[in-house]
Each structure stands twice: as structure tokens, then as C-alpha cells.
């Protein structure tokens, strides 16, 4: 069958992404553990914070493998679900934050800085094999955002750690988680909006998508011979079959 009479596989169910997620949510999966064993040990909020990232971003990579290959509108309610993830995970930062800060507990910056350094390399790793796929539909779009937010809070933690060590006070563990958490926030709504487009874009009439797509510069749609109807040039080398010339009218 030639190119034209075959319908694109989504963006999401290239062969390489689902490779990169594997990978991810193992990476993710153990740096869970490893973090949450020292945020405990440690007292430090920004490192729980990173810890409930790597968790909450493991589950998100495993729900985009589940969704691939489905369809847009699937894929765009896959990806608001992992919105309130995201901003379910910043209020629980806030949250831990509030309370540190009135228990005043103070965290060991050695062990912050040890497991900073760690979790950056996972996530820089992570986003790496991501990063080519930072531009498809909101469900790829997010798992970037993931590993995105996961590197950029790895040297926030790192900072806070020498923050602590210099300053002896919790305040720049509790910033960092602080800001970790906004950043969840922020993330979560940039992923919403995405998607709640596309779910727009896959409700919509026929005319009005392609009304959409101009809109948006795209081109519009146009007739293939996957289209409903019989298609008898659709088979490749057969474009010449029974094809004599004009037929000649009855006598």
C-alpha cells in the first residue's frame, strides 16, 4: 500500500518513546526510594519533595505507556489526569513546607548535597532521552515537563544544601521546597491547557477542525484514498491497471 493510503501512527507510539519510558520510570522508581529513605533520615522538606516527585513522575510514565497509541482524545484526559498529579504534588509540598517551618526542624546539608548530586544525574539522564520528544501532544509534552521540573529541582536542592551548610537555618531547604512546588503548579497548568485544547480540537466538527488548523497555519485536511469508497488507485505499481484509453461509446 503507498504512503498516502496509510494513516500516520499518533506521535506518541514511536518505538523510541516508549523505550525512553521504560527507562524513565525505572530511574524514577528507584530514585523514589533512595530519596524518601534520606528526606526521612535527613529532615530535609526538599528532599521529601523531590522524593514525592520522582514517585509521583514513575506513575505518570507508566500511565503514558498504558495510553500509547490511543487516541488524541484518550491521550489528552491521560494528561489532565497527570495535571492534577502535578498539582496535587505541589500542595503536598506546601504543605510539608508549612510544617517544618512551625516545628522547626533543621535538615543535614552533607546528606542533602550528597543526594542532590545523585538525583541530578538520573534526571539529566532522563531528560536527555526525553528531550526530542518535548514538542509531540500534551501527553509527551508533560513527561518532558516532568523531567524538566526533576533536573531544575535537583541543583535547587543542591543549593539549598550549601544554603543550610553556610547559613546553619532551615530556610533555604524550606525555600527550595517552596519553589519545587510552584514549579509543580505551574507545570500542571501548562499541561491542562494543552490538553483541554486537543480534547477541543478532537470534539470538534470535521469543518471546524480544519477551520482550526488554518487557523493555525496548519493545512487542511484533504481527501486520501483511506477515505470511505472505492479507491482503485490506491494499490501501489497498479496505477496503469485497465486503464486503455477513453472507453468508446456503444454503436
Known sequence: MSASCCAPLPPSADPRFRRALWIALWVNALMFVVESWAGWASGSVALLADAVDFFGDAVNYGVSLAVLGMTVAVRARTAQFKAICMAGFGVLVLGRALWAWQTGSMPEPATMGVLATLALLANVGVALLLY????????????????RNDAVGNVAVGLAALGVLGTGSPWPDLGVAAFMAVLALSGAATVWRQATTELATAAAPAGATGATAAH??????????????????????NHDDHDHGPAHPPH
Open 132 to 147: 526530542r520528544h518535548r514538542t509531540g501532544d500534551a501527553n509527551m509534552r508533560s513527561v518532558w515537563i516532568c523531567s
Open 216 to 237: 493555525h497555519g496548519a493545512p487542511p485536511a484533504h481527501d486520501t484514498c483511506c477515505a470511505a469508497g472505492p479507491a482503485p488507485r490506491c494499490r501501489a505499481g
